[in-house]
């Protein structure tokens, strides 16, 4: 097992001006699963391929455990991939896809044989190990890839968002048995994905990543409680955080006809973050909402809605009860939970306010 160092790592690729990956500096934990988060080209893919030696590092250096191996070809890096489309050999049984690479590294059938056993019955893939993968569902499919990473024994997992070719119910199964068996592997782990949700979790930490930049690094928690900065707010919990123009007031926020308690320095405008479950709904306090519609979940619903604030108009969401709720086009007031306002700088987007206190 290791430690994995991304130090000033840069990935610029020929042709271009910008870099995808702009120096990167991450450290993940000996055996810790980390999960890497941001939007569609925001570098995710590059950075664990310049990690697997898939792709040329330009700047900064990248070390497993003490070892630089910035220069070090694929093979000799100790690592094992997870592809989103991983192709099992279809001429093959479970068993032969999944012993391929030990084979390759010769090592001698017995080994081979003891180490597929063990990974299949890691996945509950036992009594598949005779079969074609066109014999196979999915997920059972998915597992035979996971397999062919876990018999390699290797120091770090990549995986490239590998549930992604599932459907949504297999795709929740399979990520919690992905998450139970890196934790009963103690493998460090990377693991790609564009899904919030995943990350959240799957992750003992998330890195958030936009346009090539590291845009911060926590425990789900950190980022949910916390975020640094705007686009952290916005990416991370669903439905979004609204996000609200403002201004600072004396020891805190602007907010409709109130005014909200906030731990700030700051004077001028601002933007203001609250979640929808951090939103109360009451008669004549805080920022006036028009409803647009409610969507009823059982006990809980959300109010879609939107608020005008200096001639503009936003949307908001709200968290409210399922069974009692205001209705489509009722005007309402909200007022946020005080030790739930999050605060950020107008132009930069950067937090301001500290820490959540609980
Ligand atoms: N071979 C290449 N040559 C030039 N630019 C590239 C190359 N591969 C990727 N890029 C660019 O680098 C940026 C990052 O791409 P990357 O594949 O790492 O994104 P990603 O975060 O994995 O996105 P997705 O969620 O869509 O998989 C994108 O702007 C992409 O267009
Ligand atoms: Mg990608």
């Given at each position: 097992m290791a430690?994995?160092?991304?130090?000033?790592?840069?990935?610029?690729?020929?042709?271009?001006?910008?870099?995808?990956?702009?120096?990167?500096?991450?450290?993940?934990?000996?055996?810790?699963?980390?999960?890497?988060?941001?939007?569609?080209?925001?570098?995710?893919?590059?950075?664990?391929?310049?990690?697997a030696?898939?792709?040329?590092?330009?700047?900064?250096?990248?070390?497993i455990?003490?070892?630089?191996?910035?220069?070090?070809?694929p093979k000799d890096r100790d690592i094992a991939m997870v592809f989103?489309?991983y192709?099992?050999?279809?001429?093959?049984?479970?068993a032969?896809n999944m012993g391929f690479a030990l084979k390759i590294a010769g090592v001698?059938?017995?080994e081979r044989?003891e180490r597929v056993l063990e990974a299949a019955?890691l996945l509950?893939?036992?009594?598949?190990?005779?079969?074609?993968?066109?014999?196979?569902?999915?997920?059972?499919?998915?597992?035979v890839a996971m397999g062919r990473a876990i018999v390699r024994k290797p120091q770090v997992f990549l995986m490239?968002?590998?549930?992604?070719?599932?459907?949504?119910?297999?795709?929740?199964?399979?990520?919690?048995?992905?998450?139970?068996l890196q934790?009963?592997l103690?493998v460090t782990t990377?693991?790609?994905?564009?899904?919030?949700?995943?990350?959240?979790?799957?992750?003992?930490?998330?890195?958030?990543?936009?346009?090539?930049?590291?845009?911060?690094?926590?425990?789900?928690?950190?980022?949910?409680?916390?975020?640094?900065?705007?686009?952290?707010?916005?990416?991370?919990?669903?439905?979004?955080?609204?996000?609200?123009?403002?201004?600072?007031?004396?020891?805190?926020?602007?907010?409709?006809?109130?005014?909200?308690?906030?731990?700030?320095?700051?004077?001028?405008?601002?933007?203001?973050?609250?979640?929808?479950?951090?939103?109360?709904?009451?008669?004549?306090?805080?920022?006036?909402?028009?409803?647009?519609?409610?969507?009823?979940?059982?006990?809980?619903?959300?109010?879609?809605?939107?608020?005008?604030?200096?001639?503009?108009?936003?949307?908001?969401?709200?968290?409210?009860?399922?069974?009692?709720?205001?209705?489509?086009?009722?005007?309402?007031?909200?007022?946020?939970?005080?030790?739930?306002?999050?605060?950020?700088?107008?132009?930069?987007?950067?937090?301001?306010?500290?820490?959540?206190?609980?």
């Amino acid at each position: 097992m290791a430690t994995v160092t991304f130090d000033n790592a840069t990935r610029l690729y020929p042709g271009t001006t910008k870099p995808a990956v702009d120096k990167i500096n991450l450290k993940v934990e000996d055996g810790e699963f980390l999960v890497l988060v941001g939007p569609s080209g925001c570098g995710k893919s590059t950075t664990l391929r310049m990690l697997a030696g898939l792709e040329e590092v330009n700047g900064g250096r990248i070390l497993i455990g003490d070892r630089d191996v910035t220069d070090v070809p694929p093979k000799d890096r100790d690592i094992a991939m997870v592809f989103q489309n991983y192709a099992l050999y279809p001429h093959m049984t479970v068993a032969e896809n999944m012993g391929f690479a030990l084979k390759i590294a010769g090592v001698k059938k017995e080994e081979r044989a003891e180490r597929v056993l063990e990974a299949a019955k890691l996945l509950d893939l036992e009594q598949y190990l005779d079969r074609k993968p066109k014999a196979l569902s999915g997920g059972q499919r998915q597992r035979v890839a996971m397999g062919r990473a876990i018999v390699r024994k290797p120091q770090v997992f990549l995986m490239d968002e590998p549930l992604s070719n599932l459907d949504a119910k297999l795709r929740v199964q399979t990520r919690t048995q992905i998450s139970s068996l890196q934790r009963r592997l103690g493998v460090t782990t990377v693991y790609v994905t564009h899904d919030q949700v995943e990350a959240l979790t799957m992750g003992d930490r998330i890195a958030v990543l936009k346009d090539g930049l590291l845009q911060q690094v926590g425990s789900p928690r950190d980022l949910y409680e916390s975020p640094a900065n705007q686009f952290v707010a916005g990416f991370i919990g669903s439905p979004a955080m609204n996000l609200l123009p403002s201004k600072a007031v004396s020891g805190g926020v602007e907010f409709g006809n109130a005014s909200v308690k906030a731990d700030i320095k700051a004077t001028g405008a601002v933007t203001v973050g609250i979640r929808p479950e951090d939103l109360t709904v009451n008669k004549d306090k805080g920022l006036k909402v028009t409803v647009d519609v409610v969507e009823e979940l059982g006990a809980d619903g959300y109010l879609y809605g939107h608020v005008t604030i200096d001639g503009v108009e936003h949307n908001i969401t709200v968290r409210v009860d399922g069974r009692n709720h205001p209705m489509r086009g009722d005007e309402v007031f909200v007022l946020p939970v005080e030790k739930h306002v999050h605060v950020f700088d107008a132009s930069s987007g950067n937090r301001i306010s500290g820490a959540v206190i609980d």
